[in-house]
């Protein structure tokens, strides 16, 4: 039978397990993907951990992921443009990626280009899509200076490259072990830590224009005394400064659509955009998965392999 990825309560990572299911059968306008590669995500850790319970409960057994790359099995009824063995990329709002199988809304998918490797595929719907709406956001003109928290995350190596793409600086916040990676690709690097605030001030040497964070932990609260107009401040996690500051929360829900993951693509596909991949995992290490992610120290993706 196949496998996907279970839980029957909120809890840590002990709490997942790869179990049997049987082969789901597409209904009128869904298809089925046989999965070839699914990201994970920090807010799956949330959801599985209930720190989002009572906002987006889970019914148990409960599925996990979205991200989702892979080759059509099976059509419903009424889908049309898509057919088995078609190579595709999408996503599931059904917390379901993370499987050997997966329905998706025929809507949810678009082609996989050949210069998309499965894994970059797999990986690139929720870090792809949350950092296009961040970096829209905030509303980047060619000679501005952007900031990014986190900028050699999984979301943060797509911002920081799509802000490139905009013609503007961008000084990215993190590690020295991240800094070669980031000059590589453009970006001023600057260790983040004590004294972050004059360390941005002489590389960005003028005015910040915006900023992204991607972190939290008082990010927000930097960017407001770089003297980053509301408005052009963006943050995908600190909801309470945010609401303090009346900085913008955009984020995957503000981009979530085929047409942004097949924008994305193409980019990947003629190498203007490298999506970095830290780490993969078959689908039977899950936990070690998520365990690595939640240390907020890798490069790029982690992504799993049914």
Same mark, same amino acid.
């Given at each position: 039978?196949?496998?996907?990825?279970?839980?029957?309560?909120?809890?840590? &990572?002990?709490?997942?397990?790869?179990?049997?299911?049987?082969?789901?059968?597409?209904?009128?306008?869904?298809?089925?993907?046989?999965?070839?590669?699914?990201?994970?995500?920090?807010?799956?850790?949330?959801?599985?951990?209930?720190?989002?319970? *009572?906002?987006?409960?889970?019914?148990?057994?409960?599925?996990?992921?979205?991200?989702?790359?892979?080759?059509? #099995?099976?059509?419903?009824?009424?889908?049309?443009?898509?057919?088995?063995?078609?190579?595709?990329?999408?996503?599931?709002?059904?917390? #379901?990626?993370?499987?050997?199988?997966? $329905?998706?809304?025929?809507?949810?998918?678009?082609?996989?280009?050949?210069?998309?490797?499965? *894994?970059?595929?797999?990986?690139?719907?929720?870090?792809? =899509? =949350?950092?296009?709406?961040? &970096?829209?956001?905030?509303?980047?003109?060619?000679? /501005?200076?952007?900031?990014?928290?986190?900028?050699?995350?999984?979301?943060?190596?797509? &911002? &920081?490259?799509?802000?490139?793409?905009?013609?503007?600086?961008?000084?990215?916040?993190?590690?020295?072990?991240?800094?070669?990676? $980031?000059?590589?690709?453009?970006?001023?690097?600057? =260790?983040?830590?004590?004294?972050?605030?004059?360390?941005?001030? *002489?590389?960005?040497?003028?005015?910040?224009?915006?900023?992204?964070?991607?972190?939290?932990?008082?990010?927000?609260? $930097?960017?407001?005394?770089?003297?980053? #107009?509301?408005?052009?401040?963006?943050?995908?996690?600190?909801?309470?400064?945010?609401?303090?500051?009346?900085?913008?929360?955009?984020?995957?829900?503000?981009?979530? =659509?085929?047409?942004?993951?097949? *924008? $994305?693509?193409?980019?990947? /596909?003629?190498?203007?955009? /490298?999506?970095?991949? #830290?780490?993969?995992?078959?689908?039977?290490?899950?936990?070690?998965?998520?365990? /690595?992610?939640?240390?907020?120290?890798?490069?790029?993706?982690?992504?799993?392999?049914?």
């Amino acid at each position: 039978m196949p496998q996907a990825v279970r839980f029957d309560g909120y809890g840590d &990572v002990d709490v997942l397990q790869v179990v049997d299911v049987p082969r789901p059968v597409p209904g009128r306008g869904q298809v089925l993907v046989e999965v070839k590669a699914a990201g994970i995500n920090p807010g799956e850790i949330a959801i599985r951990s209930g720190v989002f319970a *009572e906002r987006w409960p889970s019914t148990f057994p409960s599925g996990q992921g979205s991200d989702l790359a892979g080759v059509v #099995a099976e059509v419903g009824d009424g889908v049309t443009g898509v057919a088995a063995g078609d190579e595709v990329i999408g996503f599931t709002d059904n917390r #379901a990626s993370h499987a050997q199988f997966v $329905l998706v809304d025929a809507e949810n998918l678009t082609p996989r280009l050949s210069g998309v490797s499965w *894994e970059v595929a797999g990986g690139l719907y929720v870090a792809g =899509t =949350t950092a296009y709406a961040a &970096v829209r956001a905030v509303s980047l003109t060619p000679g /501005d200076t952007v900031v990014v928290s986190a900028a050699a995350g999984g979301v943060g190596s797509i &911002v &920081v490259q799509l802000a490139k793409l905009a013609g503007v600086t961008v000084i990215g916040l993190a590690g020295p072990a991240n800094h070669e990676w $980031l000059a590589e690709h453009g970006v001023v690097p600057v =260790t983040y830590g004590d004294g972050v605030a004059d360390r941005i001030r *002489e590389a960005a040497g003028g005015p910040v224009n915006a900023f992204v964070d991607l972190f939290g932990g008082g990010y927000v609260d $930097l960017a407001i005394e770089l003297g980053v #107009a509301p408005d052009r401040i963006d943050t995908i996690i600190d909801m309470a400064a945010a609401a303090k500051y009346g900085t913008k929360t955009e984020g995957n829900a503000a981009a979530a =659509t085929a047409d942004v993951l097949a *924008e $994305l693509a193409a980019l990947v /596909d003629k190498g203007a955009l /490298d999506v970095p991949i #830290a780490k993969v995992y078959p689908l039977t290490e899950v936990r070690a998965a998520y365990e /690595d992610l939640a240390n907020r120290h890798t490069r790029g993706k982690i992504v799993l392999l049914p």
